[in-house]
T-cell receptor, first 111, second 112 residues
Framework: DTAVSQTPKYLVTQMGNDKSIKCEQN?????MYWYKQDSKKFLKIMFS???????INETVPNRFSPKSPDKAHLNLHINSLELGDSAVYFC??????????FGPGTRLTVL | GQQLNQSPQSMFIQEGEDVSMNCTSS?????WLWYKQDPGEGPVLLIA?????ELTSNGRLTAQFGITRKDSFLNISASIPSDVGIYFC????????????FGTGTRLQVTL
């Protein structure tokens, strides 16, 4: 299936731990994104990569570090997890500045 | 950060009714997008609007890009139970590194 996929779907962890979320797209897009959706369903961009180069870093704590090994992958590593990091994280991709296509989301719960 | 204002915030309608929701912004956008999110899923693109004044349909959905470039509306005709979900508008400006600004969402509930 052509799509944006994310793993894991659910992630439950203790405060202070380090965790990673992986994202892959097989749509042939050149730009990938990470969004955070809070408990009120508000969606906000965190990062954007174009051809493996960081182009948006939206005032996100430096505990969050995205890594793009190639155009089809954008992973998100989070250090020293805090309670406030609990949210749903969505990966998305697009061709340049065209419409963005979203993955199914990763629900992160920090205990 | 900036949010787009969507209205209504939520709506309960009967199956078969038409639905209308809109999105307004204090600043202009070059592109308007409409997404639907089902519980536990990611937003799914419904309609993309790239030109001011553009009216675009996708099945029972019709969306328009406001002529002022500060608003957009989405209509759903003859609603069915699977239309239930949260609808988001999103604005995009070229030259801003594809930064999507999302609306606050409209939660649609359909009763039989």
């Amino acid at each position: 299936d052509t799509a944006v996929s994310q793993t894991p779907k659910y992630l439950v962890t203790q405060m202070g731990n380090d965790k990673s979320i992986k994202c892959e797209q097989n749509l042939g897009h050149d730009t990938m994104y990470w969004y955070k959706q809070d408990s009120k369903k508000f969606l906000k961009i965190m990062f954007s990569y174009n051809n493996k180069e960081l182009i948006i870093n939206e005032t996100v704590p430096n505990r969050f570090s995205p890594k793009s090994p190639d155009k089809a992958h954008l992973n998100l590593h989070i250090n020293s997890l805090e309670l406030g990091d609990s949210a749903v994280y969505f990966c998305a991709s697009s061709t340049g500045e065209m419409a963005q296509y979203f993955g199914p989301g990763t629900r992160l719960t920090v205990l | 950060g900036q949010q787009l204002n969507q209205s209504p915030q939520s709506m309960f309608i009967q199956e078969g009714e038409d639905v209308s929701m809109n999105c307004t912004s204090s600043s202009i956008f070059n592109t308007w997008l409409w997404y639907k999110q089902d519980p536990g899923e990611g937003p799914v693109l419904l309609i993309a609007l790239y030109k001011a004044g553009e009216l675009t349909s996708n099945g029972r959905l019709t969306a328009q890009f406001g002529i002022t470039r500060k608003d957009s509306f989405l209509n759903i005709s003859a609603s069915i139970p699977s239309d239930v979900g949260i609808y988001f508008c999103a604005g995009l400006n070229t030259g801003t590194a594809s930064k999507l600004t999302f609306g606050t969402g409209t939660r649609l509930q359909v009763t039989l």
